[in-house]
């Protein structure tokens, strides 16, 4: 028992921050995977927003595809078909697995922060975007600090959701051995045929690190939800 | 007469591999939403149960596998949970008992332990969600309607019968089915264990003809025709769900006005 205790304590680091000497790994690798994604996802979303409230029937058509075909098919396979495309010298690109797993985790969260953000634009009263028009805004000033401001406040707590979702989700990076907190632990138990032994403690500590983290993130997210709910004036129209 | 040429990667073996593939993601995705919605309303209910014991035992169980990733879970019940017992002990336990060689030859499938452990997994995984799912359907109910039912004599466990579990389910149904659809993209996480599902003949079949892109675009198509076909099953039990429950509350209002 105390074995087990000392040898997870021993690759504690090499799980939070990766191997020494090496890019970095582990959960840092995981945590910055997950904000990137997030963050270029979100910008995704918003075109895909545009997109989809789009004059032209081509455009909406285009970007329910995108959404369609995104959210039906298993991240593991969009990381492969994301890599065999973007690393293929053939079609002429040459980005590595971890820049293949950028990319294939920013389509992925965007095309579900999109499908978010459609129904929460779906939901912006008319006379608000009309009386924002009239008042003189142009349609972008209108699209960006009213209906877009009113559909990420009332779509909130789906967007943090799918924000903990995807920080999980990045775990299937794996596939293209992108050294994350869960390929890490792998490599390290699969390294040694005496650390048979180990698999259940190192598991369970991989899973508790990101049970912690994505606790730590929902409290967070209900902490900045709960302050936006009280501070913010599209919350004073949205009750209205 | 027309000759239709097939390109090279089309191969007989290649089409056995997938369909064999498809096949058994198909019934993975069949048997785990089944588990997890019986486990995940069982669940659901303990969340809901007056009983402290068995509210915490429910949250517990929630929070614990719904905040680690389904992949953790899948490697952890099939690859590290056999690794807890020494070499000899393990081979009989999980892997070469009579039990395990008489499901090996009803489904002729290799090492079935990972397919059971991979099952598990994911219904653990997707349970947990469909329990707070169905905890939130079950808190649209207005109170009124259950203290009405109350009132009329309806003991607790038939308004959980009749009220809280078939209205908890309809109300939670979207919900729902978008997280059975997720399973089922999760069963893709079975191949890193493994076992022959689609994405991993899909592997198999790109490694033995250096060929990537067709059988990466077939496993598209394919897994988007399963996203598709199982959305539209469970849209008609939703459907049906909700043309009983009308069709027996216009009964009900008939009988009353009668």
Redesign the interface.
């Known amino acids: 028992m105390l074995d087990q205790l000392y040898f997870v304590l021993d690759i504690l680091p090499d799980l939070l921050f990766g191997f020494p000497g090496q890019r970095p790994g582990g959960l840092l690798l995981t945590l910055a995977l997950a904000i990137v994604a997030n963050v270029a996802g979100f910008g995704v979303a918003v075109l895909l927003g545009l997109g989809f409230y789009s004059r032209h029937r081509i455009v909406q058509r285009a970007v329910s595809l995108y959404v369609?075909?995104i959210t039906?098919?298993?991240?593991?396979?969009l990381l492969?078909?994301v890599y065999?495309?973007a690393g293929n010298p053939r079609y002429g690109f040459r980005i590595g697995p971890q820049g293949a797993a950028v990319i294939s985790l920013v389509l992925y969260s965007g095309a579900y922060q999109g499908a978010i953000l459609r129904t929460g634009l779906a939901s912006v009263p008319v006379a608000l975007a009309e009386s924002s028009s009239v008042l003189g805004s142009s349609h972008w000033h209108t699209f960006c600090s009213v209906q877009l401001r009113y559909a990420i406040h009332v779509m909130l707590p789906a967007f943090t959701g799918q924000t903990i979702s995807l920080f999980?989700?990045t775990?299937?990076v794996?596939?293209l051995g992108v050294a994350d907190l869960?390929s890490t632990a792998?490599v390290v138990l699969g390294s040694d045929l005496a650390n048979?032994?180990k698999?259940?403690a190192?598991?369970?500590t991989?899973?508790a690190i990101?049970?912690v983290v994505?606790?730590l993130l929902s409290r967070l997210a209900r902490h900045w939800e709960r302050s936006q709910r009280n501070h913010s004036l599209v919350h004073l129209l949205a009750r209205y | 007469m027309l000759k239709v040429s097939l390109p090279l990667w089309w191969t007989a073996d290649a089409v056995a591999l997938l369909a064999h593939g498809l096949l058994l993601t198909v019934l993975f995705t069949l048997v785990t939403t089944v588990t997890s919605l019986v486990v995940g309303l069982i669940i659901g209910s303990w969340r809901l149960s007056t009983n402290t014991v068995l509210r915490h035992i429910a949250g517990i169980f929630v929070e614990v596998h719904r905040n680690v990733p389904a992949l953790v879970l899948v490697i952890f019940w099939a690859f590290a949970v056999p690794n807890l017992f020494p070499p000899d002990v393990r081979k009989t336990l999980f892997f070469a008992n009579p039990v395990i060689t008489r499901l090996t030859a009803a489904t002729g499938l290799p090492l079935i332990y990972y397919v059971v452990a991979t099952i598990v997994a994911l219904t653990l995984n997707t349970s947990a969600y469909i329990a707070e799912i169905f905890r939130a359907g079950v808190g649209t109910i207005a109170q009124e309607h259950v203290d009405a039912a109350r009132t009329l004599g309806a003991s607790r466990s038939g308004v959980y019968w009749s009220l809280l579990l078939p209205q908890g389910v309809r109300a939670s149904f979207p919900a729902l089915s978008a997280r059975l659809v997720h399973n089922m993209k999760n069963t893709s996480l079975a191949a890193l264990v493994a076992v022959p599902e689609l994405f991993r003949s899909t592997e198999t079949a790109m490694s033995l003809s250096f060929q990537a892109m067709p059988f990466l675009l077939l496993t598209t198509g394919l897994y988007l025709a399963t996203a598709v076909g199982l959305s539209w099953m469970l849209s008609l039990v939703e459907r049906r769900l909700n043309h009983r429950s009308a069709s027996t509350w216009t009964t009900a209002a008939a009988t009353n006005n009668a």
């Open positions: 369609f075909i039906g098919v298993p991240l593991l396979v492969l078909l065999q495309i999980k989700d775990s299937a794996i596939i869960m792998r048979q032994p698999w259940v190192v598991y369970l991989v899973g990101y049970s994505a606790l």
